[in-house]
């Protein structure tokens, strides 16, 4: 994919301190802790956590970015392990600080000794943890790490927030300076959804030029919902790739269930929602409920319909695609839609036009004598239809919010407007004044 303008990775701005170590020995515990609040999946499960999760975090007066990464296993045959381990290489070599957490529970594990092994050849800073010493006696003990050869190791407990001050202060004494700042609140916000395995991560991973987040051909291989703070034509977005949202009857386990209500707490911190599409399945009701979901958190929205470039492009096939998308989303007919290919990048840099549009029309506002104005005429056009032989009338109207645009309607009889007209009023709205991409809300109350 060819951009006019690179994009900007603003986390590599903030110094980076990555949590390291072995499956299940509380690292997104800690990560919690850190970021003081439940970011990353906790489960007594190892490899929970398969992407790098980033966090923001200000310890005393200090900045940086914290990175929770997958369970990391030195030398393993299995090909999600070893995914998990390429996304802690990665998190590794963007790290300016190290928090390597071992068990106090099951004390020197072979493997510590491989992982300290690595970090030792990075030249950088680690600080060796010892989780789980909620005990005195497991406090003394941790002391039997030293034998991976630091001058300090750092008995904690992440669970009950035990010597976290400690290692914390000298943990901030060793950073670097930040040289540059970016506020994430003036990004827009974009969460990538979708059915697992219908190239969301690719995507992602297009956009930025790297292997951001894990992508596998096994369906279900992003769990956290992964953030990412870039720059791109001088905007600033926060990009959320989240995990598949699957049917129902097809979700089986406890790991599931807490991937897709993150997907779906996702959606209510984002103002774009891209409802990322497989065009070689075509489009399935799973595609519609999921656009739905955006639809009833209020959030605007793009259809993509990714792997474009397997599919015949012959006059007669791309009408009949144009026909069954314009079917399939006319519950969101307001809705852009583009065809890509995040696999070659064919067309994703024309996502950000359309990023760019929607959230201009999602956060449009009106000013009140041009949308009574409108009102009128709409009303002029077609009356609402009488209710119980009495007339209904439509005084006037404000814009009470946006993202998405909200209007009160003041009427004699609210009870009595019909869906049918409340959309009628919808459309109009949209005819004179755009809201492209974005939902528009109307609420109806009784004038005095």
């Known amino acids: 994919m060819e951009y006019g303008e690179k994009i900007e990775k603003v986390y590599t701005r903030l110094p980076v301190v990555a949590i390291i170590g072995r499956p299940n020995v509380g690292k997104s515990t800690l990560f919690n802790r850190l970021a003081r609040r439940r970011k990353a999946m906790v489960l007594k499960i190892p490899g929970v956590t398969r992407d790098r999760n980033y966090q923001q975090v200000k310890w005393d007066e200090h900045e940086f970015l914290l990175v929770d ?25 963007e790290a300016d600080v190290i928090l390597f957490v071992t068990d106090g529970k099951e004390l020197l594990h072979p493997n510590d000794e491989l992982i300290m092994q690595q970090l030792r050849m990075t ?22 790490f030293l034998k991976l050869g630091v001058d ?16 914390m202060n000298d943990v901030v004494a060793v950073l670097p300076t930040p040289t540059h700042r970016e506020e994430v609140a003036d990004s ?45 034509r001088g905007k600033m977005y926060t990009l959320i790739d989240t995990a598949g949202i699957k049917r129902r009857g097809k979700i089986k386990h406890l790991v599931e269930r807490i991937s897709i209500s993150a997907t779906i707490m996702s959606l209510e911190r984002c103002d774009i929602a891209l409802v990322v599409c497989d065009a070689t399945e075509g489009i399935t009701r799973q595609d519609q409920h999921i656009a739905g979901y955006a639809l009833e958190a209020g959030r605007g929205i ?26 399939a989303f006319q519950f969101v007919e307001f809705a852009p839609v583009i065809y890509v290919s995040a696999l070659t990048g064919k067309r994703v840099d024309k996502i950000f036009d359309l990023i760019d549009t929607v959230y201009r029309e999602f956060t449009k506002r009106i000013p009140t004598s041009e949308l009574n104005t409108a009102i009128k005429g709409i009303v002029a056009k077609h009356k609402p239809p009488s209710w119980r032989g009495r007339e209904l009338k439509i005084k006037y109207a404000t814009q009470v919010a946006n993202s998405p645009p909200t209007f009160v309607l003041f009427t004699n009889y609210p009870e009595a407007i019909h869906f049918s007209y409340e959309r009628y009023v919808q459309n109009q709205l949209r005819k004179q004044f755009g809201f492209i991409g974005t939902p528009v809300r109307l609420i109806w109350r009784k004038t005095g």
Not at 126 to 142: G, H, I, M, W, Y
Not at 198 to 216: A, F, P, Q
């Open 69 to 93: 990464t997958g369970g990391f296993e030195p030398e393993t045959d299995d090909v999600d392990l070893a995914l998990i381990r390429e996304q802690t290489q990665i998190a590794i070599d």
């Open 123 to 144: 030249r950088k800073p680690v600080f060796l943890l010892v989780n789980k010493c909620d005990t005195p006696e497991r406090e003394q003990s941790a002391y039997e």
């Open 152 to 167: 300090k190791v750092y008995p904690i407990s992440a669970t009950h927030n035990i010597n976290i001050d400690e290692v």
């Open 188 to 232: 827009i916000r974009v969460a990538i959804i979708g059915k697992p395995n219908v190239g969301k991560s690719t995507l992602l991973n297009t956009i930025l030029g790297e292997n951001r987040v894990v992508v596998s051909e096994t369906p279900g291989t992003t769990r956290d919902a992964v953030d990412t703070l870039i720059k791109y």
């Open 302 to 327: 793009i259809i993509v319909i990714n792997k474009w470039d397997l599919i015949d492009k012959s006059k007669e096939n791309i009408t009949a695609w144009h026909k069954r998308v314009q079917y």
